[in-house]
Nanobody
Framework: VQLQAFGGGLVQPGGPLRLSCAAS????????RAWFRQAPGKEREFVAA????????LYADSVKGRFTISVDNPRNSIYLQMDSVKPEDTAVYYC????????????????WGQGTLVTVSS
């Protein structure tokens, strides 16, 4: 499975941004998917995860209420709608997928995209 994340860029504090992640195979449609991020000088951390059918979601406390993860199985894609962004959201964002159940643990994810940079600054 190859994943490609895109949609990053420069956004002002308080603004919205939408990230997308497309998969190369329909296997993606039955997997759990997630977004992680890595800020400069920090370790990669969990952001959000979603069950393959969209029925269950998990969010990091730092983004809960501001970010929304969603799926589009016909397009083999997932999205991360980022609202009310803050400077501390600046990071490279990665999408990832694993079989079966969703998880917040990055060591459980098998396939990763290349990352897309989000910079929150005025």
């Amino acid at each position: 499975v190859q994943l490609q994340a895109f949609g990053g860029g420069l956004v002002q504090p308080g603004g919205p941004l939408r990230l997308s992640c497309a998969a190369s195979t329909r296997t993606f449609s039955t997997s759990a998917r997630a977004w992680f991020r890595q800020a400069p000088g920090k370790e990669r951390e969990f952001v959000a995860a979603i069950k393959w059918n969209g029925g269950t979601t998990l969010y990091a406390d730092s983004v809960k209420g501001r970010f929304t993860i969603s799926v589009d199985n016909p397009r083999n894609s997932i999205y991360l709608q980022m609202d009310s962004v803050k400077p501390e959201d600046t990071a490279v964002y990665y999408c990832a997928t694993k079989s079966l159940y969703i998880s917040t643990r990055q060591d459980e994810y098998d396939y990763w995209g290349q990352g897309t940079l989000v910079t929150v600054s005025s």
